[in-house]
């Protein structure tokens, strides 16, 4: 299955986000059942594993991440066993009109079943699943199965009931909506991935106007940016220190934290752009790009580190969230380079509250070569 072969920190981004999505219901609907517009249920899931959202392609998959395609369905949760829409034939009528229910059912599933092997085919996926968000009251449940193709030579019980042609082959069973020429899959959904609960916020809109009347500080991508500088996140020569730097952790003369770090300040930074950091010492706000906030300063002889406190902080971030070492294990500059970045941008937001980012490999030498080509 795909979710439970994602990263943790992709998960509990997808959770987070269903979550907070899940607690402005009361914005729509009174009801207990947390609310989910299934185009906001695609964005999300595409952002929270990186996935190549298809959903406007009018295909049978909404979602591919390597060789997996992903249909992406949200309903509610009912008694685990609903039908529900898995195709539309509208323009297809031409295909089934004046036939029998057994050649309906037929045709149907063949058009079904190239639908899919086409949607694999231009996504460059060879194998596919459904992902089901499911709605209960003040809860999410998380189902996934295969996004099987109907075994035509297994069709059997062909049955039409009012408007309906009902039908099974040996693993699932169908029904095709003749009016609305839609084919529908009934989901058993009694075993799931994850189940989490959902606040669900009494008065969200208030709630959302106090974040932009500044309730709570928030450094936003327009603010102004005075100014901009490069760190690297190695030393001379592209070596990262053994025992300083990114691996201060690994340091003599004391016990230190396994996330102990700075990231380094060259007296050229200082010497370019003299007054960009804060005194020695002096507290400010650094902006992850997590969205977090971290307290920093500049410290030791000469400031030459930017350091976080509690120290920890920092190394807790980069080291083991962003670069995924293990603990004890040296960064060295082949990590940074199979990783593609070599450098931090720290831009200036006011005196007290900065943004960090990373920067492709040779951003601190662009950033020399700008001023002394001046």
């Avoid at 994850?194 to 916020?201: N, Y």
């Avoid at 007054?275 to 706000?285: E, I, L």
Wanted: hydrophobic residues 35%.
């Amino acid at each position: 299955m795909f979710y439970n072969s994602q990263d943790k920190k992709f998960q509990q981004k997808y959770i987070d986000n269903l979550t907070i999505i899940g607690a402005l219901s009361k914005l729509f609907s009174e009801s207990k059942t947390p609310y989910l517009y299934y185009r906001v249920a695609e964005n999300i899931f595409c952002d929270a594993f990186n996935a190549n959202n298809l959903s406007r392609g009018d295909i049978a998959l909404d979602a591919a991440k390597e060789n997996i395609g992903i249909g992406l369905k949200t309903f509610l949760k009912n008694n685990n066993k609903t039908m529900q829409k898995i195709a539309e034939f509208n323009r297809d009528r031409d295909f089934y009109k004046n036939k029998n229910s057994t050649e309906i059912v037929k045709i149907i599933s063949n058009l079904r079943n190239e639908r899919v092997n086409f949607a694999q085919k231009i996504s460059d996926v060879d194998k596919s699943f459904y992902h089901c968000v499911l709605r209960d009251d003040s809860r999410f449940y998380l189902h996934e199965e295969e996004m099987s193709l109907i075994n035509i030579t297994q069709i059997q019980d062909v049955k039409k009931r009012k408007n309906s042609i009902w039908f099974h082959d040996e693993c699932h069973e169908y029904s095709f909506n003749l009016s609305k020429s839609t084919l529908l899959k009934r989901f058993n959904t009694s075993s799931y991935l994850k189940e989490f609960e959902v606040d669900i916020l009494e008065n969200p809109l208030q709630q959302i106007q106090e974040c932009f009347n500044g309730a709570s500080k928030i450094l936003t991508s327009n603010e102004l940016v005075i100014e901009t500088v490069y760190l690297p996140l190695y030393g001379k020569g592209k070596i990262v220190s053994l025992k300083s730097a990114l691996n201060q952790w690994n340091g003599g003369g004391r016990v230190r934290d396994i996330n102990e770090i700075y990231i380094p300040i060259p007296a050229k930074v200082h010497k370019y752009s003299p007054n960009f950091f804060p005194p020695r010492d002096k507290a400010f706000t650094l902006l992850l790009p997590n969205n977090e906030m971290l307290s920093v300063k500049v410290c030791q002889d000469n400031s030459k580190a930017l350091m976080s406190n509690p120290n920890k902080a920092l190394g807790k971030w980069l080291l083991r969230d962003v670069l995924e070492l293990k603990e004890e294990e040296i960064l060295d500059y082949k990590k940074l380079q199979t990783i593609g970045i070599d450098s931090v941008r720290i831009d200036k937001i006011d005196n007290e509250n900065y943004k960090i980012s990373f920067a492709s490999l040779g951003s601190f030498e662009k950033y020399l070569e700008h001023y002394e080509s001046i």
